[in-house]
């Protein structure tokens, strides 16, 4: 059973940093693209940022953490990194990781399997 599990949330100042981790399990992970997406209070869930599969690994990001944030995939580990970087009070946010098999990985119906999120709050 394919299972995600997301870390490395917390509480950061503005312009601080954080890395969470995605790590992938149960399931064949070469294949599969992984994006984060992220939900603030009272709001719609949003996409972050995307990684193709392994072989294409092509990543894009959302306009607004474009040039802040970094997504990188270790093969090895099968997991899945999203640097955030100068985070700002509007990234405060559940942060989830996904994966997909098929494309329009900007959108939440593209991905079959979620994992819990991990909360990252930026705050002074």
């Known amino acids: 059973q394919v299972r995600l599990v997301e870390s490395g949330g917390g509480l950061v100042h503005p312009g601080g940093s954080l890395r969470l981790s995605c790590v992938f399990s149960?399931?064949?992970?070469?294949?599969?693209?992984i994006g984060w997406f992220r939900q603030a209070p009272g709001k719609e869930r949003e996409f972050v940022a995307y990684?193709?599969?392994?072989?294409?690994?092509?990543?894009e990001y959302a306009g607004s953490v474009k040039d802040r944030f970094t997504i990188s995939r270790d093969n090895a580990k099968n997991t899945v990194y999203l640097q955030l970087n100068n985070l700002r009070p509007e990234d405060t946010a559940m942060y989830y990781c996904?994966?997909?098999?098929?494309?329009?990985?900007?959108?939440?119906?593209?991905?079959?399997?979620w994992g819990q999120g991990t909360q990252v709050t930026v705050s002074s």
């Open positions: 990684i193709h599969a392994i072989g294409n690994n092509n990543a």
């Open positions: 149960g399931g064949t992970f070469y294949n599969k693209h």
């Open positions: 996904a994966a997909a098999t098929r494309g329009g990985l900007y959108f939440e119906r593209a991905y079959d399997y």
